[in-house]
């Protein structure tokens, strides 16, 4: 089973957000690791870039498929995590820790509340594997 | 029958162990409406001793550059291939193996590509390098798609000397919407830096441009490169790999991406291919990179291999979301070039390339003593040159053939105006005797 | 156990070494810093490795010897056809009368490639049931690119501009679905049915007026004829769509039946695996689109053509053509092989190239299907697809099972493909292997299916007698490594 942080919102295609204020810092969940296998390398969006809630935000590859990252919350995107770049592994070691992806600074916090709880997405990443 | 071992008792132990009466049975599937009733519709089956007349026959109805003093180029190149290229390229361990999948047993074949990714980066100044792509054509149409894919823009400028037949290619591949593709004027045989820079902003993903262009002058990049990382556009820049033995490396003078063609070292012209693209990039393109790429690694015991990487950007993973279709490639004349590559050496191409330079510059000279004979350019040129004539090139052309020489390909097939332009192109195969009866042929039709 | 490592070239490097002879200058010499310019020219040309030819000979030689092909080795590896090249062809095509031709010398010097060209289309459309045909595309991925293309110059010509769908099924090669999207289309997946055929009914609910065109594969991806196929284009056609045939998969149907006849459009052919040209370690292969007439105008140009006099020549005058997707005619040394074998085998060879192919795969499978899972359990065409996943419970996977059959000297199988397959093998054994060939890799894989359950760590570890061992494919890609660098303070010499 999976880890599922009790603290996190997590959207259908199994990203994670963390709000703080009308930051949200955004990641892919354990359970989304597992599937995709050995991460090698992501697609992360350059800072100033304006994302609608369900929009491509990056993309990721691992050694047997390639995936799109979804944009849980809408926004701008203000900080990305460039040590991805060099060691994507963290995705796979620390998805909620060192593994996150990008900061959006959300234009309508609200969206928030749309996401699901840890419970609801555990019946999900059940559901799928 | 040629090829299949079979014999018919061979066939009898196959078909009682599938169980089957005849191997007509096995197409139970296809429908019966869709059997095909009749033979097809071919010539006789040859023996292999007919084969080998027949074909003997059908290339003796050519008559290629070495029944003719040639100076033709345009794209294709006939420079001196080495015997031992031949030779190597021959093991039929490397020409009768598949794409290299499995890696512990294609490891000849893994690292030539990862020499030739090296040799790549060395010529073209670029960070790194593929596996090859089908032609020089292809390869600057997939480096603009790459532009595009990795910018996430529109529109791409490409100059009017560049060599038209990879315009063409070009414009195929853009085709469907991908981007709009505009024109760069070359006045005095250069691309326009005025027109560049009015036409530049931050809609253009990437400016293509030759070097040497087409018309034999080689490009100032450095300008070029400037006024494109103004507006974060790509320099794109499809290079002469021999010119590449003594010019400055694209990559030295600012370009983001170089692409050629390959065929000038080590693969014969064989009407136009199979032939070989290179594409080398900066390394901020490397996830955007179309087709195979080899990688160094190591098995458990430590010890280096090679394998096919980078897997997930291609079409097998990827499928629509892939940047390039790509799959199989060049790999075999990839491997001559390597070849090629590994025998000049430092100084062996960086001697081509003088020959080249010397015998081209000798020949314009020569050419522009005969009356009503003058560069259309005032331009520094490598190894090709575009020289205005009093009368039309293609006449030229076609008399000069009656006397053995294949004097240049006319500037009008391609651009109108031209009609008295011929380019010509000189390799280090061309001897200063066939120069001299080229200059006293003319001299003697003008 | 027989590892060992072969240096890199630039290894075995040393300055002043030269492996050509080059004729002396016989012209005056140019100072290229005032030809061409300062600024311009390198002063000291390119950091290539310096070796004499009998280094670069044997470095070469000794990589070939690290490297196997179907001339070393029995190589079934799925949706490639590696059947046997004949040495003939490679001789013919290398002919200086052919070699030897500039691709701008006037059609006059070219009449014999020209002839050879114009036949080789003609042997195609036949072959095909098609009308007409190019040689232009390099390679089947170029050939479906090519056949979209043309797909929506024919719409588009019929003012029919919101046909922007692709409908590729899932089993498909990855090239369909890359191809489409490159030309520009949408792709829309259809479902395949329990028999591994196209699902009608996903793709009646899918077909409609903004489908372009349907691509398939015909016996599929799975090595499997799908019977409905005359209903799945009708389907496609009555909805005013296309239909493409992916040609990867001719082998097993020459002279028996043929893409137009089954109502296809369009079509590719790749002359690297049916028409037994060899694959080069990854290339040059060949990819000729051939069309029915109402595409013909379309086709790239330039067009091959015979006047009334029997003399041949390029046509550039198409103005309906989508125009160049290659520069020249394609890898036409490529096509003289192919034109060789056709001839070789004429009509009725052809068809027993097919019938063979077609009796080799159903014989291996029948030696297999006890030991290994047969998802799709039907008579298939000239390949099969088994699944690895009864051995899923020793730990086992597809990629161990090919990693140990490495030892046993024969070239594996396709695994991971198709993507509907969990663990998938795909075989295809062509038509020019021997049963005792055939039995010797079933006797292999029936031994790696016992290995698993008494000795995995044979299998797990494997493959044991390579010149390397597994080599870790995931550091490789999470820390690309992808050219030779001199090392540090190396470069003062």
């Known amino acids: 089973m999976s880890n599922i942080p009790e603290e996190l919102r997590y959207a259908e295609t199994h990203e994670w957000v963390k709000v703080d204020g009308k930051r949200a810092l955004v990641g892919i969940s354990d359970h989304a690791q597992e599937e995709l296998g050995d991460v090698v390398a992501l697609y992360l969006p350059d800072v100033g870039k304006q994302v609608s809630k369900g929009d491509k935000l990056a993309e990721i590859d691992s050694m047997k498929t390639s995936d799109v990252i979804y944009a849980p919350v809408s926004g701008t995107v203000v900080e990305v995590n460039s040590a991805v770049d060099e060691t994507p592994e963290i995705v796979n070691e620390d998805p909620y820790g060192k593994g996150w992806l990008v900061v959006i600074e959300m234009s309508s916090p609200g969206e928030v509340d749309d996401l699901m709880t840890a419970a609801q997405y555990a019946e999900v990443a059940k559901g799928d594997s | 029958m040629p090829y299949i071992p079979h014999t018919p008792r061979d066939q009898e132990r196959m078909m009682r162990a599938i169980g089957i009466g005849a191997v007509d049975e096995l197409f139970r599937d296809v429908p019966e409406s869709l059997r095909l009733r009749k033979q097809l519709d071919l010539p006789e089956p040859l023996s292999e001793m007919e084969l080998v007349a027949e074909l003997n026959e059908i290339a003796n109805a050519n008559r290629g550059v070495d029944h003719y003093t040639s100076f033709l180029g345009a794209g294709a190149y006939d420079h001196f291939v080495p015997s031992a290229v031949n030779h190597l390229v021959s093991r039929s361990e490397f020409y009768t193996a598949y794409t290299p999948y499995q890696a512990e047993i294609s490891q000849g074949i893994l690292q030539a590509i990862y020499e030739f990714q090296t040799m790549v980066c060395i010529l073209t100044g670029m960070d790194v390098a593929n596996a090859s792509m089908y032609d020089g054509a292809t390869a600057a149409a997939e480096a603009a798609v790459m532009s595009l894919n990795a910018s996430g823009r529109k529109r791409v400028l490409v100059s009017q000397f560049v060599n038209p037949e990879y315009r063409s290619v070009i414009s195929t591949y853009l085709s469907g919407g991908l981007a709009t593709v505009d024109e760069l004027a070359c006045p005095g045989g250069v691309t326009g830096i005025d027109q560049l820079r009015a036409m530049l902003d931050d809609s253009v993903a990437s400016v293509i441009v030759q070097y040497p262009n087409f018309a034999g002058i080689v490009e100032d990049l450095e300008a070029l490169a400037g006024e494109c990382q103004r507006v974060g556009a790509a320099l794109i820049v499809i290079a002469d790999p021999i010119s590449l033995g003594l010019l400055k490396s694209p990559g030295a003078l600012g370009a983001d991406i170089v692409v050629g063609e390959g065929q000038s070292m080590g693969n014969p012209l064989h009407f136009g291919g199979p032939y070989l693209g290179f594409m080398g990039a900066r390394v901020k393109y490397l996830r955007y990179l179309p087709g195979r790429i080899s990688g160094a690694t190591t098995d458990g015991e430590g010890n280096r291999g090679f394998v096919l990487t980078l897997q997930a950007r291609e079409q097998h993973i990827r499928r629509e979301r892939a940047y390039s279709n790509i799959c199989t490639n060049q790999s075999l004349n990839a491997l001559a070039a390597t070849i090629y590559l590994s025998l000049m050496g430092k100084t062996g191409l960086r001697r081509v390339a003088e020959l080249c330079l010397n015998k081209s510059h000798y020949l314009a000279g020569r050419l522009c003593e005969i009356d009503g004979v003058s560069m259309a350019y005032e331009a520094p040129f490598f190894k090709e040159f575009v020289v205005r004539l009093p009368m039309p090139a293609e006449e030229v052309v076609n008399k000069l053939r009656t006397h053995r020489i294949l004097a240049g390909v006319p500037m009008g097939r391609y651009y109108s105006g031209m009609e008295n332009l011929l380019l010509i192109c000189v390799t280090e195969k061309r001897t200063k005797e066939d120069m001299d009866e080229f200059v006293q042929r003319l001299g003697a039709i003008l | ?493």
């Open chain 3, 1 to 493: 156990m027989s590892r060992s490592t072969e240096p890199l070239i630039f290894e075995l490097s040393s300055p002043g070494r030269l492996g050509v002879d080059l004729p002396r200058c016989d012209v005056p010499s140019v100072d290229p810093g005032k030809a061409i310019g300062q600024n311009l020219v390198s002063s000291t040309g390119p950091d290539l490795p310096e070796l004499s030819e009998i280094d670069v000979i044997r470095h070469f030689t000794r990589l070939s010897k690290r490297n196997i092909g179907v001339d070393t080795s029995f190589y079934p590896l799925g949706s490639c056809t590696m059947k046997y090249n004949p040495k003939v062809n490679e001789d013919l095509a290398s002919l200086p009368g052919f070699a030897s031709v500039h691709p701008l010398q006037p059609a006059d010097d070219a009449q014999g490639t020209l002839r050879l060209l114009y036949e080789l289309e003609q042997f195609l459309v036949e072959i095909g049931g098609m009308d007409a045909a190019s040689l232009q595309p390099a390679a089947g991925a170029q050939g479906e690119m090519t056949g979209l293309m043309l797909i929506r110059a024919y719409h588009m010509a019929n003012g029919d501009s919101a046909r922007r769908k692709i409908l590729v099924p899932d089993s498909s090669h990855g090239t369909n679905p890359a191809s489409a999207a490159l030309t520009g289309f949408e792709v829309v997946e259809v479902m395949s049915n329990d028999r591994g055929g196209v699902d009608l009914e996903d793709l009646k609910r899918l077909t409609d007026e903004t489908v372009a065109g349907l691509m398939l594969t015909n016996p599929n991806t799975l090595g499997l004829f799908d019977e409905n196929i005359e209903e799945i284009v009708k389907i496609v056609h009555n909805a005013g769509g296309l239909a493409y045939y992916d040609g990867a998969n001719m082998n097993a149907i020459l002279g028996i039946c043929r893409p137009g006849d089954m109502g296809f459009d369009v079509m590719h052919f790749n002359l690297h695996k049916t028409f037994s040209t060899p694959h080069g370690g990854g290339g040059p292969g060949s990819g000729p689109v051939a069309v029915k007439k109402h595409l013909t105008r379309f086709l790239p140009k330039p067009r091959v053509r015979k006047d009334s006099d029997g003399r041949y020549y390029l046509d550039n005058d198409c103005p309906d053509s989508i125009g160049k997707v290659r520069s020249f005619c394609g890898n036409v040394g490529v096509c003289i092989k192919a034109y060789c074998y056709i001839r070789q085998m004429g009509a009725a060879g052809l068809t027993e190239v097919s019938k063979n192919a077609v009796l080799n795969a159903n014989y291996l499978l029948s030696r297999l299907k006890g030991t290994y899972d047969l998802p799709y359990d039907r008579t298939c065409m000239h390949e099969f697809v088994l699944s690895a996943e009864n051995l899923k419970s020793s730990g086992v996977k597809a990629r161990d099972v090919a990693k140990r059959l490495l030892d046993y000297g024969v070239h594996p199988p396709t695994v991971y493909f198709p993507l509907i397959v969990h663990e998938a093998l795909m075989v295809e054994p062509t038509e020019t292997e021997t049963i005792e060939t055939l039995d010797a890799f079933a006797d292999a894989m029936i031994a790696i299916a016992r290995e698993s359950e008494s000795d995995k760590e044979k299998v797990l570890g494997a493959p044991h007698e390579t010149v390397v061992g597994r080599l870790d494919e995931v550091l490789a890609a999470r820390k690309p490594d992808l050219r030779w660098k001199p090392r540090a303070g190396a470069a003062a010499e």
